[in-house]
């Protein structure tokens, strides 16, 4: 099969169509070979049948008269000289004793049936001979006149002696008292009764001889059928084979130069006219899709050459906006530990001040000093001067405050980061732990799910979640028990960590402020700088993650992390801070 689908269009429809057309002349010649031998067989069977009968009628009268009219059997047996196909005859009679034979060329080497089966009529081929077994059978009733002449008389009378002595012979008496023929009369066969057996043997040498020299004639007309076959199926396949083969070397040329400008010339309205057709019109649609695939990659090309100057300038600009970052950084950094320095004295001179209060109370104290001086003096040294030191200090302690949260704040990634797998679980234990006084000062009741590893800084995401905590315990509502709950979840390339509350909740218009730095809520009641939730989302972006907020007013509010659990943390060119990898 393989080798067929390997062979050209052109041998394939020569193969097809000498396969269907010797099929066809293969059966038909079979039929008619089968059919002819058959019916030559059948005229054989039928003309020794005929003989036989010929024969068997001819031969029945004498047979009933005995052995004495056995030459006239003998007589009428020569007559199959007639038939050259028979080759030998024998009649036998009821007792199996051949009582006449026909032997073609003396019948040398050829020896007769012993007592051949005479109940049923056969015929057969069996070799190189047919073989025919016909019953004698008397058909009439045989009478004798008185009034016959003298010579079938004297026959009569022989057959009589003839069957008295073999009667005595076979019993082995003498002859009785009882009547003799002459005196019973003639012996009559009945109707119907056998009288014997006709064996012929007919040569099938010139059937086999016919059937030898029709088969030669039929290979030679079958051969010769063959070659036209041949010829006239390599002619007709051009019909088909041509336009194909064309349509192949069309399709090859344009493989070879890959020009879809080529058309295939149509020659008729048939289905290979069709296929002409749908294959120029495909070609039209490549040419057309190749013109545009043509202009799409120039268009391309020139966009890839804008985005290359775009992306240097882009990586210009992130590169100055860096630099930008880390002077800006530096300049917090610097600021906020300079202007401590400065608080610190004004601090420190402020507690002096306090002192030196202490002591100009204790000398006002003096009988030295008037009365008038004193009461003005006191009012002075005991609630002016302290209310504004008490003011001082106050602003002073708040201005240290906010520079610690910028000193913490520019800190976020400034130092050398390594970053890894980290137990989630392990570390929300250890905060646990860190919070566990609060905790159950607050009544809280803290939760934490199963949580995935993520990929981080352990030290990082501990300040991370720990301020989550300490926000949320920061804005419990204390008109009903505090609840926390800490999940995570994977999806895909990341791990989503969730801490919810119960707490008072954060209105709409404030949930994308509460990562602005210096941002608060409730000034008033809560302590803080406002930049707890600046450095979540700084070291959130630290690792290349996400933050938002779900909340309402008075139910609490959910913070939602996405973090990497794969290595997908930002280079150092692109922080400001170094970061290493385990």
């Known amino acids: 099969m393989k080798i067929f689908q390997n062979l050209s269009i052109k041998n394939k429809l020569i193969v097809f ?140 009378e022989e057959v009589d002696d003839q069957t008295k002595k073999e009667t005595e012979s076979q019993s082995g008496t003498p002859e009785s008292d009882e009547p003799s023929v002459e005196e019973q009369g003639p012996v009559v066969p009945e ?18 001889e016919k059937i030898r020299s029709y088969l030669r004639n039929m290979m030679i007309a079958l051969i010769v ?38 058309r295939v010339e ?89 002192f030196s209060l ?19 003096c006191s009012f002075i040294l005991e609630e002016d001067i302290p209310d504004s030191l008490r003011y001082i200090l106050s602003s002073t302690s708040k201005m240290d405050s906010l520079l610690s949260g910028l000193l913490k704040l520019s800190r976020v990634g400034r130092a050398a980061t390594t970053f890894s797998n980290v137990d989630m679980n392990e570390l929300i234990r250890e905060i646990n732990n860190a919070f566990e006084f609060h905790l159950k000062e607050s009544g809280v009741e803290f939760r934490v799910g199963n949580l995935p590893p993520c990929w981080g800084n352990d030290v990082e995401l501990n300040k991370m979640f720990s301020n989550l905590v300490s926000n949320a315990l920061k804005y419990l509502d204390p008109k009903r028990p505090g609840k926390i709950f800490i999940n995570g979840r994977q999806e895909k390339s990341h791990v989503i960590y969730s801490i919810q509350d119960n707490g ?13 730095i210096f941002h608060r809520l409730n000034p008033g009641d809560t302590e803080g700088e406002g930049l707890g939730l600046t450095i979540v989302n700084k070291i959130v972006s630290l690792h290349n993650g996400k933050i938002w907020v779900e909340s309402e007013s008075g139910k609490g509010s959910t913070f939602f992390i996405s973090l990497p ?18």
């Open 17 to 156: 169509v000498l396969s269907v057309a010797l099929t066809v002349i293969g059966l038909g010649f079979g039929f008619i070979v089968v059919t002819n031998i058959q019916t030559w067989k059948d005229d054989m069977i039928r003309t020794t049948t005929t003989t036989a009968q010929f024969l068997v009628d001819a031969c029945s009268t004498p047979l009933s008269f005995g052995a004495g009219f056995y030459e006239e059997v003998q007589t009428e047996m020569k007559k199959l000289d007639l038939q050259p196909i028979i080759e030998n005859g024998f009649i036998y009679d009821t007792r199996g004793k051949v009582v006449a034979r026909y032997l073609k060329n003396d019948g040398s080497g050829f020896t007769p049936p012993p007592n051949p089966k005479i109940m049923e009529e056969s015929i057969g081929f069996v070799g190189e001979y047919l073989h025919l077994y016909k019953p004698i059978i008397m058909k009439q009733p045989q009478t004798f006149e008185d009034s016959g002449p003298q010579e079938d008389d004297q026959k009569v």
């Open 191 to 208: 109707a119907g009764e056998r009288l014997g057996v006709l064996y012929i043997r007919a040569s099938t040498a010139e059937l086999t």
């Open 504 to 516: 008072l909740g954060i209105a709409e218009e404030h949930q994308k402020k509460v990562f602005e």
């Open 266 to 354: 149509k020659e008729g309205e048939d289905e290979i006219g069709t296929l002409y057709t749908g294959f120029n019109n495909m070609l039209e649609q490549i040419q057309l899709r190749e013109e545009q695939r043509n202009r799409a990659e120039a268009e391309q090309s020139r966009l890839n050459e804008e985005l290359i100057e775009t992306n240097e300038e882009l990586e210009h600009l992130m590169s100055e906006l860096t630099e930008k970052n880390k002077e800006l950084e530096q300049v917090v950094y610097v600021t906020s530990h300079d202007l401590r320095s400065p608080l610190v004295n004004i601090q420190g001179f402020s507690k002096e001040l306090g």
């Open 565 to 582: 659990t794969v290595r997908k943390i930002k280079t150092d060119h692109q922080n400001t801070g170094n970061m290493h990898w385990n």
């Open 225 to 262: 059928l063959i070659i036209l076959t041949y010829l006239l199926a390599a002619r007709l396949q051009r019909m088909i084979s041509r336009p194909i083969l064309k349509l192949a070397g069309v399709t090859r040329d344009i493989t070879e130069k890959t020009d879809y400008s080529v």
């Open 358 to 376: 202490e002591e100009l109370s204790t000398m006002l104290k003096s009988e030295d000093i008037p009365e008038e001086m004193k009461e003005k």
